[in-house]
């Protein structure tokens, strides 16, 4: 068993090589399978301010305007330079997501190791790997992917950094979750997670360390510059979050459910392996407390149970509002934590018999990486077809009506952004028809966001007048029975 392990540690890159490129094989297979899905809600917002920063048709637009101040920067300005390069939306997938989540097997493994050893960090990136929420969200063109690698990155380059503060390490951490921020302004917690570490390691030393305030000044230089902007151009440091606090204090009650994720982003038996580690993790601070700051597993320890504790409490105490991808900045926990649950049942079984310990530890990983893969075959396939008529709809518009075509209807301004390419006529505010004029040239009603009675009503009622005719209907069912799409000419 000896020789055996002499083995492991000597081709410890070989196999991380083989983890990162079972972990690739598998994004790469799902995106085949959902090469040709539509975009959701959030991705179609991010594509539609891209499409605006290219061509700029809908700056005044009521969406756009909104969807520029409460959405950041980072993602539809990359995803404008690769559609101005001439990239479709599979490599705009490719490039924000997949290659990302290729990365981030390797970080975890980065992280882990930098935290408790490589043994620890394998597990760990195997466990990543195979994650159905990362294989599901890494073939959608969506900020949380993304963020998470930058995130991952930080997170590496401060455990190496937090005890001497040395610059070059320290800023990269700042620099890359200034990064991570600018995709998703909620990643700003983490910020606090590392200061409130630091204080408990240096004291008051941290706030008369030079090193401290440089590297994070200079790292933080991106942020620095869109606060600049934003102050320049609304005359607020974040002009969004007034909008989320608005949303927060409307919410009575706190986001309980947010716990409730970590058993659905893990499965079974990976989340009990978690909730093993978390136990482990808590037991070994108290019994250390009073010497965390002096022994490195311990202050690891201390470092993840604080990110964890700050990054859920952010979500149930004060966003109020939590959906299972707003746990990706909790990724290397939710990896590493069960990785040292099995580092600790192999060296507690390994006494009695090695041959069993490896056995038992191996069972585990096929089995959590076995669940996590077939269950996301199953979300991806399920879910690949999802308003798949509302992305044709709006490419025949593209393909089949004049440039010039303006277009109107309810649920419908990203999809005539981003799909049809066509200016569009905002519908009157709290949907009164009484004094409104209809200009567009085409209107589009569908069944697939759930339809507003009142514009319903009112497309009807011109149908009857016989100045809007059907030229193109979309159905929900291969039968052609249930309408899915329905798309009106003005004549």
Known sequence: MKEIKNIIEKNINYILYAIVIFGATLRFYFLNIAKNQAHWWDSLAYGSLAKNIIYHMWDNLPFIVNESIIRPPLFPLIWSFILRLGGSDYSVILITNIIPSIISIFLVY???????????????????????????????AMTDIPSMCLILASIY??????????????????????????????????????????????????????????????????????????????????????????????????????????????????????????????????????????????????FNLILFVLVLSFFIFVIKAAEDRYLFGLSSILFILPALTLSYVYNTLSKYRKEFAAIVCLILIIWSAYANITFANSMILDKKESYKQMKEAYEWINYNTPENSIITGDWAEPYTIYYANRRFQVLPQDLDFTNFSL????????????????????????????????????FFDAEQKQPAVIIYKRV
């Open 157 to 302: 380059f401060f455990i190496k950094s937090h005890d001497s503060l040395s610059i070059k390490n320290w800023t990269l951490s700042v620099l890359f979750l200034a990064l991570a921020v600018l995709f998703r302004y909620s990643h700003a917690v983490i910020a606090f997670a590392y200061v409130l570490f630091l204080i408990f390691i240096h004291k008051t030393s941290l706030f008369k360390n030079k090193k401290f305030f440089i590297g994070g000044v200079i790292g933080a230089i991106p942020l620095i510059l869109f606060i600049i902007i934003n102050l320049i151009n609304h005359g607020s440091l974040l002009p969004a979050s007034a909008t989320y606090a608005s949303s927060a204090g409307e919410k009575a009650v706190f986001a309980w459910y947010t716990l409730g994720f970590i058993k659905h982003i893990l499965r079974s038996p990976l989340v009990y392996l978690f909730y093993a580690g978390l136990i482990l993790v808590v037991t070994k601070l108290s019994i250390s407390y009073g010497f965390i700051s002096k022994n490195k597993e311990s202050k690891m320890h201390l």
């Open 110 to 140: 980065l992280i882990g190791k930098e935290m408790y050893g490589a043994k620890v960090g394998i597990i760990a990136s195997i466990f990543a790997s195979a994650c159905w929420i990362h294989l599901f969200y890494a073939v959608r």
């Open 439 to 474: 200009e567009a040239d085409y209107v589009v009603l569908n069944g697939i966001h759930q339809p507003n009675e009142k514009v319903v009503n009112y497309v009807n009622s011109i149908v009857a007048d016989g100045k809007l005719v059907p030229v193109k209907v979309f």
